[in-house]
C-alpha cells in the first residue's frame, strides 16, 4: 500500500513539472543565466543558496571540483567520496570496491554531510558507490551547515537519517552541450581488472543529451584481515554495470526555463570470497528538475526524485565444508520532491522561500532458505519541511544570510525485529535556523561566519537492528543489535574563516569550526569477530577543527596546493563511564594533502596526489574500540596524447594507486589491498 501511493504520488508529481513547458509565455528577452558559456558556469555556485550566483557572492566556503579535476581524479575504490579527499576537512574511509565509505567531515561522523544530485538528495554511503562521474559537469562542496535550505536523506540504512549539518556534497550534471562528443575507454590492471566506458553526448535544437554505459570486473583481492570474521578461501568476485541516460530541454527561443531528466541504474554482482558470500546489489536514481525565469529577477525550481536501493546477499556457515544457511537483503524506495521561488532584489539580494517532502520505505529481510521472505523491519518515514531565507547586500562589500526551517518527521512501522512494535507511529518537529556573514576587504581578501542548527531521529535500522535481540556475541549472527530506546539527536555548527590573496596567484584559506551533537546517535562496535555493532544515544558529542589551505595556479595547466585539518572531538555521556571522553569514531586528529596537476604543450599530463590520515577509533566505546592508522597514501595520474586532430584523438594513460603500497587496516577486519595500476586507451570522436 505504501509503494503504490509512492508511485502515484510521483506520476502526479512529475505531471507538476511538466505542465509549465505547456503554460509559459515565450519571451525573447536575452537572459544572462541561460546564455552563460562553459567556462562562465564554472565561476558559478548554485548549492548556497539555489539561485546562480558568482561564489564570491555567497557567505559559505564553496569547493568547485571541475569536469577536468574529476577526469584526473584516482580513485581505488571507485567511490565518489575519493574525488574530494584532497579537500581540508574531508577525511576518506572506504573499506574497498564493494563497501561503503565511513569516513568523517568536520570530524563529526560519516553521517553529517549529505549528498545530492542537482540540488536533491541521495544516499551518502550507497550512492557515491553506484553514480557514474562522466555524466557530471562539476562537483560543489559546501563546507559548513546547509540544514536550512537542504533537509535530511531518510536513508535508514547503514548509519541512518543523514544530515546536512556539517556540510553537504552536490554532483552538477551535464546539461548544456556545446558540441558532439564520443569516447571509449579501455583500461586493465591489478586484481586482473578489466574496465570498459563508452559515452556519448549530443544536442538536437533545443534538446541537449547524453547517455553511456560501464563495465569493470575484476579477480579482486583478499581485503581481510588475518583470520578475519570474513574468512576468504579464494579471491573475491567483482562485477559491476552502470547504464545512464540524461536529456536536457533549453528552448532555443525562449531562454527563460530548462527541464532536465537524468536515469541512472546499477547491477552490482560479486562474492565477499567464499561460494555462498555471494551478493546482488541493484540501484536505481531517477532526478528530474524544472526551472521558469517568470521575471528577470524571479525563479521557479522544482526537482522530483526516486531512489531505490536493492541489497541481497547470502549468510553461509563456515566449516571445512560451507553450507548455505540464508539470502538476506534490504529493499529502500525513497521519493523526495522539492520546490522553491527565489527572487532577485537591490542588485545582489536574494529572497528565497520553499517546500521539500520525503517519504522512505524500509524493509529488512530473510528468505531462510524457504522459498518467501520474512521481514524483519518493515516501515515507512515522510519528511516534510517549509523554508526562508534571505541573502541581502546592504554594502558592496558586506553579505548577511538568515534563514528558518520548518521540519518534521513521521514514522509508521509495521515490523520491528519480526515483530509488531510497542509503539507504531512516531513523530518529530523541530524550527531550524542559519546565520551567516561575509566581508569583502577587496577582491582577494575577506571573512566569513556561518551557524546553523539541525535534528536527526534515530533510523529504523538504529532501533530494530539486523540481527535477533540476544544475539549479542553468538557466531554466525554478523550485523547490527537491535535498540528500541533511542532518541532523536540535536546539533549546531559553526564556522569562520578568512581567505587571503598573495602575490603571484596563491591564496590562503584558513577556517575554524566546531559542532555539538546532543542525544548524538553513534554505531558502537560490539564485536569483532562476529562483527558485530549497536547504535547508542550519547548526552552530547563535539568535533572542533581548523583548516589551512594554501593553493597556486602558476600557469593555465600548471598548479599545487597543500592543506592541513587538525581535528579534536569528543564524546560526552555522564551516564557510561566506557564512552565518556574518547574520541568519536573514525574522527582523526590531523589530516594532510598535497598535490599538484601539470599539462604540458605536448599535451602530457601529470596528476600526482598524497594524503596522510594521522588514524582514527571505530568505536567510542574506550574498552571495545581498535585504532586504525591509515598513514600515507600516494596517488599518481600519467597520462599522454597519442594522436590528436580537431576530429578525433587517442590518449594513453597510467593510473597508480597506493605508489607506497600501504597496507593498513581498516574497521570491521577490512584492510587496504595496497599497491594496484590501471593502464589504457581513450579514444574520442567529435
Known amino acids: ?14 505531471f507538476l513539472q511538466t505542465a509549465p513547458l505547456c503554460l509559459a509565455q515565450q519571451d525573447t528577452s536575452k537572459i544572462d543565466y541561460f546564455a552563460l558559456s562553459l567556462d562562465e558556469l564554472m565561476q558559478v555556485v548554485i548549492t548556497p543558496s539555489k539561485f546562480p550566483q558568482l561564489a564570491g557572492n555567497v557567505t559559505q566556503k564553496i569547493d568547485v571540483i571541475t569536469s577536468q579535476n574529476i577526469e584526473a581524479a584516482i580513485a581505488g575504490n571507485r567511490n565518489i567520496s575519493e574525488v574530494i579527499s584532497k579537500l581540508p576537512g574531508a577525511s576518506v574511509v572506504s573499506l574497498s570496491r564493494n563497501d561503503a565509505n565511513w569516513g568523517t ?17 541521495i544516499d551518502a554511503f550507497v550512492d557515491p558507490m553506484s553514480l557514474d562521474l562522466n555524466a557530471v559537469e562539476k562537483i560543489e562542496v ?113 531562454d ?33 528538475g524544472y526551472e521558469l525565469k517568470l521575471k528577470d529577477n524571479l525563479l521557479f525550481q522544482s526537482h522530483l526524485g526516486v531512489r531505490s536501493y536493492k541489497r541481497a546477499w547470502q549468510e553461509s556457515n563456515f566449516g571445512i565444508i560451507d553450507t548455505l544457511k540464508s539470502l538476506d537483503g534490504v529493499d529502500q524506495f525513497i521519493l523526495p520532491v522539492d520546490f522553491s521561488l527565489s527572487y532577485m532584489h537591490h542588485t545582489r539580494s536574494v ?71 510497542l509503539q507504531s507511529d512516531n513523530s518529530w518537529e523541530r524550527f531550524l535556523w542559519s546565520f551567516g556573514f561575509k566581508y569583502d576587504f577587496n577582491e582577494t581578501n575577506e ?80 564485536s569483532q569477530s562476529p562483527s558485530q555493532t549497536q547504535s547508542m544515544n550519547t548526552e552530547s558529542s563535539t568535533a572542533a ?12 595547466d600548471f598548479s599545487w596546493f597543500a592543506n592541513i585539518t587538525m581535528l579534536s572531538s569528543k564524546t560526552n555521556n555522564q551516564f557510561d563511564a566506557d564512552q565518556d571522553g574518547s574520541a568519536i569514531p573514525f574522527s582523526p586528529e590531523s589530516i594532510y594533502n598535497a598535490g599538484l596537476y601539470y599539462s604540458s604543450p605536448e599535451l602530457f ?18 574498552a571495545g574500540r581498535t585504532f586504525y592508522k591509515p598513514g600515507l597514501l600516494l596517488n599518481v595520474l600519467l597520462s599522454k596524447q597519442l594522436y590528436y586532430t580537431d576530429a578525433n584523438s587517442m590518449e594513453g594513460f597510467l593510473e597508480f594507486y597506493n605508489l607506497t603500497n600501504n597496507k593498513f587496516d581498516l574497521p570491521w577486519q577490512f584492510k587496504n589491498t595496497g599497491f594496484s595500476v590501471m593502464t589504457g586507451i581513450k579514444v574520442a570522436f567529435l
Do not use: C
Open 1 to 14: 500500500m505504501i509503494k503504490n501511493t509512492s508511485v502515484g504520488f510521483a506520476v502526479f508529481l512529475i
Open 105 to 121: 567531515y568536520g570530524g563529526i561522523g560519516p553521517k553529517y554531510s549529505t549528498y545530492m544530485l542537482n540540488g536533491l538528495v
Open 142 to 254: 559546501q563546507r559548513g551547515p546547509a540544514s536550512v535550505f537542504y533537509p535530511n536523506f531518510l536513508s535508514q540504512d547503514f548509519a541512518g537519517s543523514q544530515s546536512p549539518l556539517a556540510g553537504t556534497v552536490n554532483l552538477i550534471l551535464k546539461e548544456r552541450i556545446s558540441e558532439t562528443r564520443t569516447f571509449i575507454r579501455n583500461s586493465f590492471g591489478s586484481f586482473n581488472t578489466l574496465n570498459s566506458q563508452l559515452y556519448h553526448q549530443s544536442r538536437s535544437g533545443s534538446l541537449h543529451y547524453l547517455g553511456g554505459i560501464s563495465y569493470e570486473q575484476s579477480d579482486y583481492t583478499d581485503y581481510g584481515s588475518p583470520d578475519s570474521w570474513l574468512n576468504m578461501r579464494k579471491n573475491p568476485l567483482y562485477k559491476k554495470i552502470k547504464g545512464y541516460a540524461g536529456l536536457t530541454y533549453l528552448p532555443e527561443d525562449n
Open 256 to 288: 527563460r526555463q530548462k527541464l532536465n531528466i537524468y536515469l541512472h541504474g546499477t547491477k552490482h554482482d560479486g562474492d565477499r570470497g567464499r561460494v555462498y558470500l555471494g551478493f546482488q546489489n541493484d540501484y536505481f536514481t531517477f532526478n528530474s
Open 351 to 421: 529572497f528565497s522561500i520553499g517546500a521539500d517532502f520525503q517519504t522512505a520505505d524500509y524493509a529488512t529481510w530473510t528468505d531462510r532458505l524457504n522459498g518467501f521472505k520474512l521481514y524483519g523491519n518493515k516501515a515507512n518515514a515522510r519528511q516534510l519541511g517549509i523554508y526562508s531565507q534571505e541573502e541581502w547586500h546592504p554594502l558592496d562589500e558586506l553579505v548577511v544570510r538568515a534563514g528558518v526551517r520548518y521540519s518534521r518527521i513521521t514514522t509508521t512501522v509495521e515490523t520491528l525485529n519480526g515483530q509488531l512494535p
Open 447 to 526: 571573512i566569513y561566519f556561518n551557524a546553523g542548527s539541525n535534528f536527526s531521529p534515530p533510523s529504523f535500522k538504529s532501533i530494530g537492528g539486523t540481527i535477533p535481540v540476544g544475539s549479542a556475541g553468538l557466531p554466525g549472527f554478523d550485523g547490527q543489535l537491535p535498540n528500541p530506546g533511542l532518541t532523536a539527536e540535536n546539533g549546531t555548527s559553526f564556522d569562520l574563516g578568512i581567505k587571503i590573496g598573495l602575490p603571484d596567484q596563491i591564496h590562503l584559506n584558513v577556517r575554524g569550526f566546531y559542532t555539538i551533537i546532543n542525544n548524538a546517535i553513534l554505531d558502537n562496535v560490539i
Open 545 to 556: 577543527g581548523g583548516e589551512l589551505e594554501i593553493t597556486q595556479v602558476i600557469l593555465k
Open 605 to 622: 599530463t601529470l596528476n600526482m596526489y598524497l594524503n596522510y590520515n594521522s588514524g582514527f577509533y571505530d568505536s567510542n566505546s574506550k
